[in-house]
């Protein structure tokens, strides 16, 4: 049966028969950022020089595995997948050059998960501009076409990437070279800050600066928008595609940044406390980028303190090295916002990306609601029903979305427990009370993200998808792997895992939300260096190393009492509560019945393994054991309670 094609009736998923839909689903998959040929797993080194010939055909994985793993996810409950692509992947051999190979084995992708049952948005995926600044997304030859010359990062100091400064001979994790998480200091360090305000506000800071007859911001985002819509034109007409993700977690450059200003702590500007790496200034960044050195402070976790601490300032670009490609120019030191002088720099406009012609600008406002209305015409103009899942810079977060964004358009941010994903420790609670604290505290972290859809429709408000959020499975130095090849099978190496999992699932029912977890890596390891196949990351709830039973269906999966839990799929009127007690198996599902039809409730083996009983008030329900699910159907208008209670 083909999936009904779903609309936006205000904070929620809507079918064409008027029912609602809860989304329930997985980002597909972490290594879909690299090349698949050759293997771009950053634990791998590469100097990027074959960036215009590689191929992404195979990742999330070969299509003769594509069944195997699809099914997987279907009986784990999943609905939907996040289902990610990049820019490079499609337009890498050069500027209108797209990969016809890769855009049919996407769309067959796309149709297989069909065949499954899964909704698809689709996610043009980014992490700090591209894998040359130590991230994914761009393709190479951006940096040539501005005029700046991606060797010469790493010698300068412009970007901090994993190929350049781990040490492959050495293997295993590498605090001391790669610390957890840095790639996202890159969104600070020039080569990102300046493709960033490239990107979004070239037309505003650099008017004169073309690139073929166009402002670089318009050659930039019509290659970008040309990319989404080659996807577009492959996939149009399934079913299952809802829609694309606007950008994954965008940056903003130097936009609204004060050009002397370093964030060492709580100011006017800026009242928040450091952040781990370099606090770099725009005229830091301008500098290190023309080849001149600076000493900027640093800033590091103190896991024994609890803070974040500073460090003895960092010259950066000793060597002097300039990442501008010969016979190139700085377009800002063009526009007049600095200069340089007897050997150093000289600020010119303290308010050079602050103020433009008199005018303050806003990141939001001038350039995120322009980005999003050109995202939705682009693909809109091939399907007009698609949704736009849109992000702003998780930086900026609490500013919110732009008042004005196109009609259909989803609250797609991302939410994680930085602690956790930081120091790759999860502490189970002791107490019920202390439970229960941090279960709240997570579901008021998601109810304010929440609330930022409320503006969203020309007010009318918007779905909430968690398009991220997870966990590491590599706590505690790896601990479950050390016991999973040791040979202990049993879900004890997993409880910290499962709980905290509970704990966010707990809060997003309480909510009522959508979400997509991060993620599943059909390549993912039990290795320490490999992981996800990027950045020492590891969140995926599928292990290669743990799979190899192909009698059963969960084989592979990690921490699997922690997601695959109970939860109305569809409801035939509006959902009121949702609550699961994993400790005791008790599930309650209360709903307005508004229509005639069937509710479907996911009831999992894996939490019932002994059968379960059912209690309907208001309604009655019919048992589909095969297909894991629960149909109910209202006697009448009104409130229709479930419980469900497993046999022990």
């Known amino acids: 049966m083909a999936l009904p094609r779903l609309q936006i009736e205000g904070e929620w998923f809507e079918g064409e028969d008027g029912r609602t839909h809860i989304l329930r689903g997985v980002n597909l998959g972490g290594d879909c950022k690299v090349p698949f040929t050759p293997n771009g797993h950053t634990n791998i080194p590469t100097d990027f020089s074959d960036h215009r010939t590689v191929s992404f055909i195979g990742r999330p994985f070969p299509l003769a595995e594509a069944a195997e793993h699809l099914g997987r996810l279907k009986a784990w ?63 190479g030859w951006t940096f040539e076409t501005v005029g700046l010359d991606f060797t010469k990062f790493h010698a300068a100091g412009a970007a901090h990437v994993m190929q350049y400064k781990y040490d492959f001979a050495r293997g295993g994790r590498q605090e001391d070279r790669y610390p957890t998480m840095t790639w996202s200091q890159n969104y600070r360090y020039p080569a990102n800050a300046l493709m960033w305000t490239f990107f979004f506000a070239g037309k505003a800071f650099c008017p004169d600066f073309m690139v073929e007859g166009r402002n670089v911001q318009d050659f930039l985002q019509d ?25 994954n977690e965008p940056g903003s450059g130097y936009v609204e940044k ?17 952040q781990p790496g370099l606090a770099w200034s725009p005229i830091d960044g301008l500098a290190v980028a023309r080849g001149l050195s600076r000493d900027i402070p640093n800033f590091r976790v103190d896991k024994a303190a609890g803070k974040i601490v500073r460090m003895d300032d960092e010259r950066v670009n000793a060597a002097e090295v300039s990442i501008w490609l010969k016979g190139a120019e700085c377009p800002f030191e063009r526009a007049g916002a600095y200069r340089v002088k007897d050997g150093g720099v000289e600020v010119v406009d303290e308010f050079f990306f602050m103020k433009r012609s008199g005018h303050v600008v806003s990141m939001e406002r001038d350039f995120m609601s322009p980005f999003f209305h050109r995202v939705a ?69 998601l109810a304010f993200i929440k ?133 005791t198996g008790a599930f309650r599902y209360v709903y307005e019945a508004t229509r005639e039809g069937e509710t479907e409730i996911f009831v999992p083996r894996l939490q019932y393994p002994k059968g379960f009983t059912v209690e309907v008030e208001g309604g009655s329900a019919v048992r589909d054991d095969a297909n894991q699910r629960l149909l109910v159907r209202a006697d009448m208008p009104g409130k229709v309670g479930v419980s469900i209670t497993p046999i022990r």
Not at 223 to 247: Q, T, W
Request: charged share 25%; aromatic share 12%.
């Open 258 to 274: 004060h050009m002397s200003y370093r964030h060492v702590g709580p100011s006017e500007l800026d009242r928040s406390g450091p």
């Open 377 to 445: 015409d682009r693909v809109r103009g091939i399907d007009p029903d698609w949704l736009l899942f849109a992000e702003v810079d998780p930086w900026r977060l609490g500013h919110g979305f732009p008042k004005e964004t196109p009609r259909g358009t989803v609250n797609a941010s991302h939410w994680y427990d930085v602690g956790t994903l930081v120091t790759k420790e999860f502490r189970i609670p002791e107490t019920p009370e202390q439970m229960q604290a941090r279960e709240d505290s997570y579901t008021r972290n």
């Open 451 to 583: 609330s930022l859809g409320s503006s969203l429709n020309e007010g009318l408000g918007a779905p909430t998808l968690i398009g991220e959020f997870g966990i590491p499975f590599d706590l505690d130095h790896a601990a479950a792997y050390k016991a999973w090849a040791e040979g202990d099978r049993s879900s004890k190496p997993w409880e910290e895992h499962v709980v905290a999992l509970d704990l966010m699932y707990n809060a997003m029912d309480a909510l009522l939300i959508s979400s997509t977890q991060w993620n599943y890596t059909a390549s993912n390891r039990n290795d320490q260096a490999v992981g996800d196949g990027w950045n020492q990351e590891d969140l995926s709830i599928y292990s290669a190393d743990q799979g190899g039973s192909a009698n059963d269906i969960n084989s592979g999966g990690r921490a699997l009492e922690g997601f695959v839990r109970p939860y109305a799929r569809t409801t035939a009127g509006r959902p009121l509560k949702m609550k699961f007690k994993r400790e």
């Open 223 to 247: 290659h970008y928008l040309g990319a989404m819509e080659a996807v577009a034109h492959r996939v149009k007409g399934l079913p299952n595609v809802l829609g694309f993700d606007s950008l």
């Open 77 to 139: 409950g999943f609905n939907c997948v996040r289902l990610l692509t990049t820019w490079e992947a499609v337009e890498h051999a050069g500027p209108g050059n797209y990969d016809e190979a890769y855009l049919d084995y996407f769309a067959t992708i796309c149709r297989m998960a069909d065949e499954h049952g899964l909704y698809v948005f689709i996610d043009f995926h980014q992490d700090v501009w591209s894998r040359m600044t130590g991230g994914d997304g761009a393709p």
